[in-house]
């Protein structure tokens, strides 16, 4: 797997930068996604999803069984919390 990740210090810098006003304003229009900044990512389980994952289905694929993660699992695996019921993820 060849990847390339962006350099997420500095995404974390810029959103720390940003006075309240800012912060409001992208959370208004973007929702809580800058929650994902702050996850620990796991490469071991990156590699597996990029290995398994069937871009033409949009679903993960072992052998000849579909699997679509729910929104309960994408919750636990990110440790994001979608509450939000008229926000499309």
């Known amino acids: 797997m060849d990847c390339r990740r962006n350099r997420e210090y500095e995404l974390k810098g810029i959103w720390q930068s940003w006075d309240d006003v800012k912060k409001t304003h992208f959370l208004d229009k973007y929702g809580n996604v800058t929650q994902l900044l ?3 990512l796991d490469n ?3 590699e597996a999803m990029v290995h398994f994952w069937d871009p ?3 679903c993960f694929m072992f052998n000849e ?3 679509v993660p729910t929104i309960e699992e994408d919750s636990t695996l990110l440790h994001y919390d ?3 019921l008229l926000r499309i993820y």
Do not use: A, E
């Open 65 to 67: 069984v579909d699997m």
């Open 44 to 46: 071991s389980l990156l």
């Open 38 to 40: 702050f996850v620990k």
């Open 82 to 84: 979608f509450r939000d």
């Open 56 to 58: 033409t289905y949009r």
